[in-house]
């Protein structure tokens, strides 16, 4: 461990410089504040401290997950589906009464104030106003050519009809023809399961339903099922698509969710605050005919766990996306510094990592000596045990309290969201899956505004060589393994591999992830 130590040795001593000037500035200025205090021209400002309690997240066993519904993934779900169920650390236990998220008390139905055309919020998540739809003529509502999804917008005369998971359209002058379409009002199209919403065209022979209620504001329907309950599909498949979907409407939109998860939205609830002012609206039971002046069925999505800011008219991207999810849950704003560089007064500090652990497949072996090492390089551990129950609310703290993320590749990694800008990812990447590591976490979390390193380990630190040995196709050729189809991929790297993590060749990594802390 000779070249490790001689690194370690080198980061020690900067450490060491670091707490020399600190200590070197504050006896400076000490003798500046005894000169103005002698000089009688020194008045003291008040200073405010906090702490935080360490906390030991995770998902009550009891939520459910796509795995658990039975359906088999797909290639894009591969790298959390099944096993990931019990990682998702940070989860909220599921609650089965629901009554919809009410207004603040206040709020109303009318719009609210937004910039001038073309202003961006700085500092925070972008914001680009609402333009208000006007129907168009000779238009189809509805669009499937996207291979991710499938959307309708109606513009004008739109009323939702719930209990029949039906939304009709009035169309002025009424078409000659009407049409219909069947929508999986989710960002997942090519699951079957996905709750489908038909939407109808009215002509001029058709009869429109009477409105029960009328709403001067737009509506969204959407599914949610799926693989929710891991929360890599949570946000890429609900989440982040209602950011690109609803945020537009600055929260003066109404939510109509059909295939309901109470749990879901009780999870969710700051994110789904931030989302819309207006009450939530179970579309199953829904017995009103309500009518917009806007619907949109479905939701919009570029890729998985990402942004194209180039796809859509407002341009936003994954850092938007970051930092509306920490304004959601009121964590600090975008220039504040990573807790270990914002405390620069403080020379015993160490940066602060939290530790993901998993409890079934992909995880760490050798756990003590992996917490031994993290120490000895100069970490302080917060490790998120997947055994103890934690409030989402609480957990999403102890994580903007830290100065990196680290863990083997699965769903628990998606809690890089509610890091701080510059905060690094240490990515650990199972044996034979380097191909789709860097889609799933480093290019979202380069994206988001922190830093990555990836991790990729040997043979000699996977359970696979004990397991199958040298001379089988599963270590001597991965390529060949991925080349016989995702379920084979599945079936050996993700689902039947354990790591044993030899810290002596992750030195180097964790160097460089101190080097991007400090």
Same mark, same amino acid.
């Given at each position: 461990?000779?070249?490790?130590?001689? *690194?370690?040795?080198?980061?020690?001593? /900067?450490?060491?410089?670091?707490? &020399?000037? +600190?200590?070197? +500035?504050?006896?400076?200025?000490?003798?500046?504040? *005894?000169?103005?205090?002698?000089?009688?021209?020194?008045?003291?400002?008040?200073?405010?401290?906090?702490?935080? $309690?360490? =906390?030991?997240?995770?998902? @009550?066993?009891?939520?459910?997950?796509?795995?658990?519904?039975?359906?088999?993934?797909?290639?894009?779900?591969?790298?959390?589906?099944?096993? @990931?169920?019990?990682?998702?650390?940070?989860?909220?236990?599921?609650?089965?009464?629901?009554?919809?998220?009410?207004?603040?008390?206040?709020?109303? #139905?009318?719009?609210?104030?937004?910039?001038?055309?073309?202003? /961006?919020?700085?500092?925070?998540?972008?914001?680009?106003?609402?333009?208000?739809?006007?129907?168009?003529?000779?238009?189809?509502?509805?669009?499937?050519? $996207?291979?991710?999804?499938?959307?309708?917008?109606?513009? #004008?005369?739109?009323?939702?009809?719930?209990?029949?998971?039906?939304?009709?359209?009035?169309?002025?002058?009424?078409?000659?023809?009407?049409?219909?379409?069947?929508?999986?009002?989710?960002?997942?199209?090519?699951?079957?399961?996905?709750?489908?919403?038909?939407?109808?065209?009215?002509?001029?022979?058709?009869?429109?339903?009477?409105?029960?209620?009328?709403?001067?504001?737009? *509506?969204?329907?959407?599914?949610?099922?799926?693989?929710?309950? $891991?929360?890599?599909?949570?946000?890429?498949?609900?989440?982040?698509?209602?950011?690109?979907?609803? %945020?537009?409407?600055?929260?003066?939109?109404?939510?109509?969710?059909?295939?309901?998860?109470?749990?879901?939205?009780?999870?969710?609830? +700051?994110?789904?605050?931030?989302?819309?002012? %207006?009450?939530?609206?179970?579309?199953?039971?829904?017995?009103?005919?309500?009518?917009?002046? %806007?619907?949109?069925?479905?939701?919009?999505?570029?890729?998985?766990?990402?942004?194209?800011?180039?796809?859509?008219?407002?341009?936003?991207?994954?850092?938007?996306?970051?930092?509306?999810?920490?304004?959601?849950?009121?964590?600090?704003?975008?220039?504040?510094?990573?807790?270990?560089?914002?405390?620069?007064?403080?020379?015993?500090?160490?940066?602060?990592?939290?530790?993901?652990?998993?409890?079934?497949? /992909?995880?760490?072996?050798?756990?003590?000596?992996?917490?031994?090492?993290?120490?000895?390089?100069?970490?302080?551990?917060?490790?998120?045990?997947?055994?103890?129950?934690?409030?989402?609310?609480?957990?999403? /703290?102890?994580? @903007?309290?830290? @100065?990196?993320?680290?863990?083997?590749?699965?769903?628990?990694?998606?809690?890089?969201? &509610?890091?701080?800008?510059?905060?690094?990812?240490?990515?650990?990447?199972?044996?034979?899956?380097?191909?789709?590591?860097?889609g799933f976490y480093g290019a979202p979390a380069r994206d988001m505004g922190l830093r990555?390193?990836?991790?990729?380990?040997?043979?000699?630190?996977?359970? =696979?060589?004990?397991?199958?040995?040298?001379?089988?196709?599963?270590?001597?050729?991965?390529?060949?393994?991925?080349?016989?189809?995702?379920?084979?991929?599945?079936? &050996?790297?993700?689902?039947?591999?354990?790591?044993?993590?030899?810290?002596?060749?992750?030195?180097?990594?964790?160097?460089?992830?101190?080097?991007?802390?400090?």
């Amino acid at each position: 461990m000779g070249s490790v130590k001689a *690194a370690k040795s080198m980061v020690k001593r /900067r450490i060491c410089r670091r707490r &020399f000037g +600190a200590l070197f +500035a504050a006896a400076l200025v000490a003798a500046v504040v *005894a000169l103005v205090v002698f000089s009688d021209l020194f008045a003291q400002d008040p200073n405010a401290s906090s702490q935080l $309690n360490t =906390l030991r997240p995770v998902r @009550d066993a009891s939520e459910p997950t796509g795995a658990e519904t039975g359906q088999s993934p797909n290639k894009e779900d591969l790298a959390t589906v099944t096993s @990931d169920q019990e990682l998702d650390a940070g989860n909220s236990e599921p609650n089965q009464d629901f009554h919809g998220t009410k207004p603040a008390a206040g709020e109303g #139905g009318t719009a609210t104030a937004v910039p001038a055309q073309g202003e /961006r919020s700085t500092g925070e998540s972008g914001l680009v106003p609402y333009t208000r739809c006007t129907p168009g003529t000779g238009t189809t509502i509805c669009d499937l050519s $996207n291979q991710r999804y499938d959307i309708c917008e109606l513009c #004008g005369d739109a009323r939702t009809i719930g209990h029949s998971s039906t939304v009709m359209y009035v169309p002025q002058p009424r078409a000659s023809k009407g049409e219909e379409w069947s929508v999986p009002a989710q960002s997942r199209k090519s699951l079957p399961w996905i709750k489908k919403v038909t939407v109808k065209s009215l002509n001029a022979s058709q009869l429109e339903p009477s409105c029960t209620s009328r709403h001067s504001i737009p *509506a969204i329907v959407f599914a949610l099922g799926g693989f929710t309950g $891991n929360i890599w599909h949570d946000v890429s498949d609900v989440l982040l698509p209602l950011f690109l979907t609803v %945020h537009q409407f600055d929260r003066d939109v109404q939510l109509l969710v059909t295939n309901n998860q109470p749990w879901f939205i009780k999870k969710y609830s +700051a994110i789904f605050h931030r989302l819309t002012k %207006h009450e939530i609206i179970d579309f199953d039971a829904d017995k009103q005919v309500r009518c917009y002046p %806007h619907v949109i069925v479905g939701l919009r999505s570029h890729r998985d766990f990402g942004i194209d800011p180039n796809a859509g008219i407002h341009n936003y991207t994954m850092l938007d996306f970051r930092l509306f999810v920490r304004e959601s849950y009121g964590l600090p704003a975008s220039e504040v510094d990573i807790p270990y560089r914002a405390d620069k007064d403080d020379p015993e500090r160490k940066p602060r990592i939290i530790l993901i652990e998993r409890g079934k497949t /992909r995880r760490f072996m050798n756990a003590p000596e992996v917490l031994q090492g993290l120490d000895w390089f100069g970490f302080e551990v917060v490790k998120a045990d997947p055994r103890i129950d934690s409030n989402l609310d609480e957990f999403v /703290r102890l994580v @903007d309290s830290c @100065d990196a993320i680290m863990g083997v590749h699965g769903a628990g990694l998606t809690n890089m969201v &509610f890091l701080r800008s510059g905060a690094v990812l240490v990515h650990i990447v199972p044996y034979g899956i380097e191909f789709m590591a860097d889609g799933f976490y480093g290019a979202p979390a380069r994206d988001m505004g922190l830093r990555h390193v990836q991790y990729s380990i040997s043979p000699d630190e996977s359970t =696979l060589l004990e397991k199958y040995g040298w001379n089988h196709t599963v270590i001597k050729d991965p390529e060949a393994i991925r080349n016989s189809g995702w379920e084979k991929v599945g079936e &050996f790297y993700m689902s039947a591999q354990d790591v044993v993590l030899n810290m002596t060749r992750f030195g180097s990594s964790l160097l460089k992830a101190i080097e991007l802390i400090m």
